[in-house]
């Protein structure tokens, strides 16, 4: 199996990892963090899987998808930070003033698990942020220990993940997802 990592440009290719199965539910189509607390409880149905389409034609993708062959396996959301609610979430502590990447989600589809595709899309979402100029990629992970993290809570990555990717601890946040703290980890790239 080869993995390539390309800018998420294809609408079909991120429905299928992060849209519904029915057009008219409500999930997140990984817009949570991506627009404000306000927008984001407004879009209902069919509205969240045309926001997305919109962020598809801006010039900086809204993520990554990772391909085995020209099947969509992964996804990843990356943008600056500024153009995302954590340029004001206050569990997330901004530790200077330099203009970040905030990477947030990392998806790998069942049965493609377990195969290191979450390492090819971390690696891909570095790689665009830095093809736009990012001085920082953050991540804000779980800190784990190890410990089982539930798949459905998983898609912020661990902190072991972002370690391998070359990832530096910054921050303690007061974050806390499925149980378990994230932190604040840091990818210098200038």
């Given at each position: ?61 809204p993520g990554v998808l990772a391909y085995d062959g ?75 220990d190890g410990a089982k ?42």
């Amino acid at each position: 199996m080869t993995i390539e990592v390309r800018p998420a440009t294809s609408f079909a290719d991120v429905r299928t990892l992060v849209g519904p199965k029915r057009p008219d539910a409500n999930v997140c189509w990984c817009l949570s963090y991506r627009v404000p607390a306000r927008e984001n409880a407004s879009l209902t149905g069919p509205a969240r899987g045309e926001r997305v389409r919109g962020l598809l034609r801006q010039e900086v993708p809204p993520g990554v998808l990772a391909y085995d062959g020209d099947e969509p396996v992964g996804w990843a959301a990356i943008h600056p930070r500024a153009s995302t609610s954590f340029a004001t979430n206050r569990r997330i502590p901004h530790v200077d003033d330099l203009p970040v990447w905030s990477l947030w989600c990392v998806r790998v589809r069942p049965g493609h698990r377990g195969s290191g595709i979450s390492h090819d899309l971390v690696a891909g979402a570095v790689d665009l942020a830095r093809e736009h100029g990012a001085p920082v990629v953050e991540a804000y992970p779980v800190d784990n220990d190890g410990a089982k993290v539930d798949l459905t809570m998983a898609y912020v990555g661990t902190r072991s993940l972002f370690e391998k990717a070359g990832f530096t601890w910054v921050a303690d946040t007061t974050s806390v997802l499925n149980g378990f703290s994230r932190v604040l980890m840091r990818l210098d790239l200038r």
